[in-house]
């Protein structure tokens, strides 16, 4: 077996916690279920993360990195206002259908943050940051929005929501759809242009 870094193994043992987050969610994801996964000694993974909640910190940082990339490069930078949210949400919910669960179980540990006094802050700075990484798409298309700050706030707004639903509705028609409409309707005097 090949010995990892520090850095390598912190990495290993964060995928793992995430696909066990995805696959069972928040309540489930014990730092043993973890470690098995991340197949290392219960031991090792404290010594990288002293504490589940520094663990799920690490997760949070990562998948709070991993949505604003993904933010700034869903759409083709020329992209109107209507094609960039089009793009983000059906990107975001491809993400859904190609791993289920994702989406949900991303929900769930921010939940889970808030819900925690220590924790609370991440999830805040998740939501400010992606606030901001969306405002900022949004200023660059060739029609921004009136006020792209609000925008970004409906837009996260609409897919928490729209999570939820399409986890606990999977059979409704016309939600993605209906959550475009709802997210152009905050875009102002754009979606005309």
């Known amino acids: 077996m090949t010995r990892l870094s520090q850095a390598e193994r912190r990495e290993q043992i964060v995928a793992a916690a995430r696909r066990v987050l995805v696959e069972q969610g928040v309540p489930a994801a014990t730092t043993r279920r973890i470690a098995a996964e991340a197949q290392v000694h219960v031991g090792l993974l404290h010594y990288h993360f002293a504490t ?14 991993d ?18 949210v089009h793009d983000l949400l059906t990107g975001a919910m491809a993400a859904e259908d ?6 949900l179980a991303y929900l769930q540990l921010t939940i889970a943050l808030m819900r925690s006094p220590e924790l609370s802050a991440l999830a805040t700075a998740k939501y400010q940051t992606l606030l901001d990484a969306l405002a900022e798409r949004f200023r660059a298309t060739p029609n921004p929005p009136e006020d792209p700050d609000q925008l970004a706030l409906v837009f996260l707004t609409v897919l ?5 639903l399409t986890s606990a509705l999977p059979e409704a028609g016309g939600l993605l759809a209906a959550a475009e409409r ?3 309707s905050g875009a102002g005097s754009a979606t005309t242009a």
């Not at 589940?52 to 990195?65: G, N, P, R």
């Open 98 to 103: 190609s791993l289920p669960g994702i989406e």
């Open 182 to 184: 709802t997210i152009l």
């Open 67 to 84: 949505l604003v990339d993904y933010v700034r490069t869903a759409s083709p930078e020329e992209a109107t206002i209507q094609r960039c």
């Open 160 to 164: 928490d929501g729209l999570v939820v």
């Open 52 to 65: 589940k909640d520094e663990l799920f910190a690490a997760v949070m940082s990562q998948i709070t990195a």
